[in-house]
């Protein structure tokens, strides 16, 4: 099969949707990110459990706990879109459906994310 790209694209090394590069940094940026969020995450659910309903709510009402929390959930969320889009592009073939389930996947992020922030929020500021 021909190569269909352009000679001055092949010396950039960009492949046909010219957005692979920044698309590999965004999911090694946000993997390095949940790393020390996912440490914090772990030790706060650890040294949460077994506490009162009351307890779990005053924590996370404190900033310097509900900031790194949402920090978390954002960008987990965001490097699941991506890993997903990923996915889709790479073994979904049929344009309609590829287009179809990038949307839903965006979607779904937006709805969750929201559904995620909303609720922590809530619980920091004592609604």
């Not at 099969?1 to 965004?26: C, E, I, Q, Y």
Request: charged share 10%; with cysteine.
């Amino acid at each position: 099969m021909a190569d269909m790209r352009t000679p001055l694209n092949r010396v950039r090394g960009l492949g046909s949707t010219k957005s692979g590069t920044s698309h590999f940094w965004a999911v090694r940026v946000t993997s390095a990110a949940l790393f020390p969020l996912s440490l914090f995450v772990i030790g706060l659910v650890v040294s949460l459990a077994g506490s009162s309903f009351t307890e779990v709510r005053a924590t996370l009402g404190q900033p310097l706990v509900w900031v790194p929390v949402m920090l978390f959930i954002l960008i987990s969320l965001e490097h699941m879109r991506l890993g997903m889009q990923e996915v889709v592009s790479d073994y979904i073939h049929s344009e309609l459906l590829k287009v179809t389930l990038m949307m839903l996947n965006s979607f779904f992020v937006v709805l969750v994310g929201g559904i995620c922030v909303f609720s922590l929020l809530k619980i920091a500021f004592g609604g």
